[in-house]
């Protein structure tokens, strides 16, 4: 059982950055590939990048792609998404989740948090 909790989001002008992070639980955090989605008012869910339990292998979505840095800690169980040169559009509650194989899409997953707000004013 993973228990995974995100801390970091707020409100920012368009053009400005948000680091959030993502502690996780456990004993075996390393052993686990991690996700962060969105999911916007209205919207279904979305990808926006992973990493692989060894820390460096990443993949990210093209929208966020050169703006958003996923990156890992697993001395202290915990993942980072930080985002850089904010837009509106990147506006939505941004989750992480935990699987043994990383992919991107969000059934994949099978552990979730509760999920962090992420404003983008403009």
């Known amino acids: 059982q993973v228990q995974l909790v995100e801390s970091g989001g707020g409100l920012v002008q368009a053009g400005g950055s948000l680091r959030l992070s993502c502690t996780a639980s456990?004993?075996?955090?390393?052993?686990?590939?991690m996700g962060w989605f969105r999911q916007a008012p209205g919207k279904e869910r979305e990808f926006v990048g992973r990493?692989?339990?060894?820390?460096?292998?990443?993949s990210y979505a093209d929208s966020v792609k050169g703006r958003f840095t996923i990156s890992r800690d697993n001395a202290k169980n915990t993942v980072y998404l930080q985002m850089n040169s904010l837009k509106p559009e990147d506006t939505a509650v941004y989750y992480c989740?935990?699987?043994?194989?990383?992919?991107?899409?969000?059934?994949?997953?099978?552990?979730w948090g509760q999920g962090t707000q992420v404003t983008v004013s403009s």
């Open positions: 456990g004993r075996t955090f390393s052993s686990y590939a």
């Open positions: 990493i692989s339990w060894i820390p460096g292998s990443t």
């Open positions: 989740a935990a699987t043994r194989v990383g992919t991107d899409s969000p059934s994949s997953y099978y552990y």
